[in-house]
């Protein structure tokens, strides 16, 4: 059962995310130009990814992995390459017909099921891996727990995601954020957590059933922060 405010914000995001920057967020994670600013996001996540599939094995055949809100599907399409069968859940109904046209171009020995759904309600029961990237940042650090705690009774593996670090900056503008009254922001806030709090929460929640809040990394591009966070058996 979700919490009220996991439902909330799916809401907000399945709205911005399939209509109101669909084209936005198809072009970023294409290779057509963007603007300055756009392209620090993209070097940004670029070296995310990389950094997310370094912790997983080049070889992922006969291995499973879900792409928790896989949006347009770069890391979906990278793990069929390395020969894994991927289920690719998103809410946004646009995004998913994006992956599966990006993905009819690539040949991957590994198979993709891209579905529209909810990262948890929609996932499957078992799994090898799973990876959320970036699709946890709109989330309050109790949702965030909740999902990876959950994630850990389906993945045999490991869990990987990210989060928005803390700095000084971001939790400001987030404290501020609260204070305004709600205007039409056209994005969902982004949610700063302390990952040192974050990761001895995910200790405390599933470490009695042998998994570990093991790594993390932090990738600073520009306009780009976001800290990647792994946890193993
Ligand atoms: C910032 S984008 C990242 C997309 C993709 N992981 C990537 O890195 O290119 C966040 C994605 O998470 C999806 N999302 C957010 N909450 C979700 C939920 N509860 N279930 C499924 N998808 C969700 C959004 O629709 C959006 O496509």
Redesign the pocket.
Known sequence: MMRPS?LQ??DQ??T???QTAAKA?QAL?STDPVNRIRRTVRAG?NE??RTLLDWLPDDMSGQTLL?????????SIEAALRGADVVG????AN?IDVARERSAEVYAPGNIDFRV????E?APAEVDYIV????????EADDVLKVVSEYTSRARQAVLFTSAPWTPLLGAMHFVGRLLPRQDHRAPSIVPLKTRQLMNGIDESVGDNGWHAARTARINSGFYISQASGVLR
């Open positions: 996991y914000r799916r995001l399945t911005y995310f399939d967020w994670t996540r995310m990814r792409d928790a809100g896989c949006g347009t599907g770069a890391l859940i998103d809410v946004a995004l759904g909810d990262m948890l929609d959320a990237m970036d699709s946890l940042i709109h989330y």
